[in-house]
């Protein structure tokens, strides 16, 4: 009878831990891949930056990822700090108490007045980038025969075009 409460025992501790690591998972936002993922997380990032401006500094933890309801690991939130001081568009404040805040810079602010959203950019950097690109036929004119100067026989004037269509 013993041995049964012990093995019973095992199997709630086992299944308590198993609820708690459902419990404990950060769920990402439901995106195709990480790209668009960060993407996002930027996007609302900046917005949130630009949009409310009774506050020039802003907690990227606290002030922004946790009232848009955006749970990510610590380990995501680092790489996205990483990647938004590297692109320019926000810096972080140093000093007492500020640890973890970070501020538009020049560039940010021109960015969100005249796209509205990091998004945008990107998706005018792409048509930009992908813009009309026609393909020329190129014809290069030889001789016929392929003889360079000299004397020309009849019919030797003729000319061919060569090349690719």
Do not use: C
């Amino acid at each position: 009878m013993a041995f049964k409460k012990i093995e019973d025992n095992e199997q709630r501790q086992r299944k308590k831990k198993i609820v708690e690591r459902f419990k404990n998972r950060v769920p990402l936002p439901s995106m195709k891949d990480r790209k668009q993922q960060d993407v996002y997380i930027i996007d609302t990032a900046l917005s949130s930056l630009y949009n409310e401006g009774d506050k020039v500094t802003r907690s990227l933890q606290d002030d922004i990822l946790i009232p848009n309801q955006i749970r990510i690991s610590e380990k995501d939130a680092g790489r996205i700090w990483d990647i938004m001081i590297n692109t320019g568009l926000v810096h972080s404040i140093i000093g007492f108490g500020n640890a973890g805040k970070l501020s538009l810079t020049n560039e940010g602010y021109q960015l969100m007045s005249q796209f509205g959203s990091y998004s945008a950019f990107l998706e005018e950097k792409d048509k930009q980038q992908q813009g009309p690109q026609m393909m020329f036929p190129q014809f290069i004119i030889e001789p016929a025969d392929g003889k360079e100067g000299g004397e020309k026989e009849e019919g030797e004037g003729e000319q061919k075009a060569v090349g690719k269509a």
